[in-house]
């Protein structure tokens, strides 16, 4: 049972890659547009000029990244470097690899992604079980409709909103970025701490939105946890108000909180990227909006893929502890 | 009606903010000239005043015309994906959870595959691979083609239950086909269901194509919500300090968001009457 289990988590992890290369590899082929022809005739007109021999230089890139072989074969060679993780050159700014321009950036993404996400599902997850749990103190029952509001806003008009009163308004916390323009990343002190002083503002408004988000949840599945029989047997018993929060009711309840985590990873990043747009902040979000305005396939190809990666790996690992949480689920023969 | 509305506040808000959203665009188009939302029909980065209400933006469009343009065709892309999301959803449901068998499979794979990847990204292929000037309608495609997945889920498990029901059993021995016990038995019951993954589905959809337009890869002529925003970012408004440029867009698009989802959190206590404390 326990092998079937991991193997349909592993078909499906293999499958979502698939259909993601693939989406990939036909959607922006399907809108003919011809990016190495632009670009080249892009640069010649800011070069000033003439179009003669732009003609073969297209054909002589084309050769160079195989865009002049049949489709299925592209497609191959495609998926083959996929599987080699080998994500080709950016065409904007060409000598660098769509790989090294990624390297760079998807520590801050991540960075800024976990700490957020790992926060706000903490305390967003111990908010909503006070909140639904009727002993709870009445000053938490005030939180909830800003918690509700707040959960309701995307990250992004979160973010402007921040940016305007704390950054401009109140000159308290950097503009944008993620590091002081000038500075040097190294391991210094005071390094780390301006990098922590820009990241508060893109932090705190994902955190703000999405703790609403699972305090919401998981207050649902603390009141529908009310009136089952092992709570009544719990009380039965005279158990202390702690011991039937902590053990009976947290305990319960965070199953289908974390199976919610796993389904709304793809959410949360979505956001995220557009939050890192806000704040101009150096993560992937920023390049894939540089890289859309400047057309630059192959990087928002490399990006859009990575992404896929980090998201279906991340669902698979919680796939693979979610049957420790919670045994029944390798049972269900689905 | 009313009695219901007294005993569930959070449909009743919700039906009133959103009420308060389209009575702005509404009235706003009787009393306001919409003509002014175009681009150099006023001087350029006013502050607010007697003759702009909400100032100006940098290309001289009027702040107050244009979100009385936009709030509709925002509001619209919505409905549009969401509905187009609801309605192939609720087909492929139907399908795979009455039917089951490899329709069902295949269906399920779809959906769990779907799920898993990053909406904005594929949508942002989407949008890179149409040619650029899209149209409000293509706009509204482009979001649908992924608004239908988390439908088709939520609704597939409602009819898994609504088929092993006593009175479909009953249809069934009383020799119905199965278009009768889909379109008869099934479908009306799940009607107040159908309604609550609307109103999630058309905010998804709304949410998606801000996103989308936040990035440039909206309706570049349109006066949209999401491309406001496009156009506060783009020429960096916030640090000109030009409230009044996107402090109201943006509160436009947060009361639409709280009205929807108060809307489908009252929608949901409805269908489900079990819910009745949770949320």
């Keep these: 049972m326990r092998l079937q289990y991991i ?77 080699r993780l080998d994500l080709g050159y950016s065409i904007a700014n060409y000598p660098r690899r769509v790989s090294d321009v990624l390297a760079e950036s998807l520590p801050w993404t991540i960075g800024l992604l976990v700490t957020t996400t790992v926060l706000a599902f903490g305390v967003g997850t111990i908010l909503g079980a006070l909140l639904g749990w009727p002993y709870s103190p009445r000053l938490v029952q005030y939180l909830f409709p800003p918690l509700l509001t707040l959960s309701a806003v995307p990250y992004f008009l979160l973010g ?59 207050r649902a599945m603390t009141v529908s946890l009310e009136g089952e029989d092992f709570m009544t047997f719990a009380e039965a018993c005279g158990l202390r108000g702690p011991t039937l929060f902590f053990h009976y009711v947290i305990r319960n309840a965070l199953l289908p909180q974390t199976t919610a985590l796993g389904l709304a990873l793809g959410q949360v990043l979505s956001g995220a990227l557009l939050v890192e747009v806000v704040f101009s902040y150096p993560g992937i979000g920023t390049v894939l909006y540089h890289a859309i305005r400047q057309f630059d396939y192959f990087m928002i190809q490399g990006i859009v893929l990575s992404v896929v990666l980090g998201v279906t790996f991340a669902t698979f690992i919680l796939d693979l502890i979610y049957p420790i949480i919670d045994p029944r689920i390798t049972y269900q023969s689905r | 009606m009313w009695a219901y509305l007294r005993r569930n506040p959070s449909l009743l808000l919700g039906l009133i903010l959103l009420g308060l959203v389209l009575a702005f665009a509404g009235i706003g188009r009787l009393v306001w000239d919409p003509s ?23 290309q001289g469009r009027d702040i107050l015309a244009v979100l009385i343009v936009g709030t509709p065709l925002t509001l619209y892309i919505g409905l549009l994906a969401g509905l187009l999301g609801l309605v192939i959803g609720t087909i492929l449901a139907l399908l795979s959870g009455y039917f089951g068998g490899i329709i069902d499979s295949l269906v399920r794979t779809l959906v769990d595959v779907g799920l898993t990847i990053p909406p904005l990204l594929v949508l942002i292929l989407v949008a890179v691979s149409v040619r650029t000037n899209l149209s409000i309608s293509q706009m509204a495609l482009v979001v649908a083609s992924l608004a239908w997945l988390w439908p088709t889920r939520t609704i597939r498990s409602q009819v898994l239950t609504l088929r092993e029901r006593a ?44 996103g989308l337009e936040v990035i440039g890869l909206g309706p570049i002529e349109a006066n949209t919500l999401g491309m406001t925003i496009y156009w506060v970012s783009y020429y960096a408004a916030l640090l000109h300090g030009m409230w009044w440029w996107f402090l109201p867009p943006i509160a436009i698009i947060i009361l639409i968001f709280v009205a929807l989802f108060a809307i489908s959190a009252g929608l949901d206590e409805f269908a489900n009457p079990r819910r009745r404390r949770a949320v």
């Design chain 1, 7 to 83: 193997a349909r988590r592993l078909t499906l992890l293999l499958l979502v890659v698939w259909v993601a290369a693939t989406l990939n590899f036909f959607l922006p082929r399907l809108g003919g547009r011809d990016p190495i022809r632009q670009k080249l005739v892009q640069q010649a007109a800011a070069g000033g000029y003439v179009h003669t021999g732009i003609e073969e230089m297209v054909q002589e890139y084309n050769r160079k990244f195989g865009l002049d072989k049949p489709l299925w074969q592209q497609y191959f060679t495609y998926l083959g470097d996929v599987f």
């Design chain 1, 160 to 218: 402007l909103l921040l940016l305007y009163i704390f950054a401009f308004r109140l000159r308290l916390l950097p503009l944008f970025g993620g590091y002081t323009p000038g500075t040097f990343p190294d391991f210094s002190i005071n390094f780390v701490l301006d990098v922590l002083r820009h990241s508060i503002l893109p932090a705190t408004s994902i955190l703000l939105s999405s703790v609403g988000f699972w305090a919401l949840g998981m």
């Design chain 2, 36 to 58: 002014l939302a175009a681009p150099l029909s006023a001087l350029p980065n006013q502050r607010p005043s007697w003759d702009h209400p909400l100032g100006t933006d940098r």
């Design chain 2, 167 to 210: 009175w479909v059993q009953i249809a069934r021995l009383s020799g119905a086909n199965h278009f009768q016990i889909l379109f008869f038995e099934i479908v009306p019951n799940l009607f107040p269901y159908l309604t609550a993954t609307f109103v999630g589905a058309v905010a998804s959809a709304i949410l998606a194509s801000i």
